[in-house]
């Protein structure tokens, strides 16, 4: 996966660049997810109500595919780009322990994750703001684990990938 880059020359000659990672934008559209859902239900209105379960089960698909995006790419950068492509995410997630001291105990985390697997559905129609928040608490605290005990990172250098591209359309200006 690669940095987005979006370039926008203004008439006065000015310049904008915009870059994202496809991480960073899973994390923004959740958190984007999750204040529009606390929007509407502070509405305290039927259709409120309605609308706040949309988004908060967009924005628990959303956060399960950030997390999973993360931990697929640290597994590329780890073992090789092709190494347990297809595989569990409960596999990936213990096979990016052995890579730490094993102080934590993320039973929790597995458990949440077995379940998702096993039964989407079921977690997308029973999603509220507890569990979400669990999710994410679960999720983060995970990454910072690995962050910590690794040179891995959640979000990869800002433009890394586009580097070269924007240099080159820099350069040319």
Request: aromatic residues 10%; charged residues 25%.
């Amino acid at each position: 996966m690669k940095s987005k880059i979006g370039i926008t020359v203004f008439s006065n000659g000015d310049i904008d660049v915009l870059q994202a990672s496809l991480w960073e934008e899973l994390w923004n559209d959740y958190t984007f997810y999750r204040k529009k859902a606390h929007h509407q239900y502070e509405k305290n209105t039927k259709k409120g109500a309605f609308l706040a379960r949309r988004y908060e089960r967009a924005a628990c698909l959303t956060l399960y595919e950030w997390f999973e995006a993360i931990v697929s790419r640290w597994i590329g950068e780890t073992s090789g780009q092709n190494a347990l492509e297809g595989a569990p995410l409960l596999l990936k997630c213990q096979r990016l322990l052995m890579l730490t001291p094993k102080e934590e105990d993320f039973s929790h985390l597995f458990g949440l994750i077995n379940r998702a697997d096993a039964k989407r559905t079921a977690l997308v129609e029973t999603i509220n703001e507890d569990r979400l928040d669990d999710m994410e608490a679960s999720f983060c605290h995970y990454i910072s684990y690995i962050e910590a005990s690794t040179t891995l990172t959640r979000f990869p250098e800002q433009g890394k990938n586009s580097k070269g591209l924007l240099d080159s359309l820099l350069g040319n200006l």
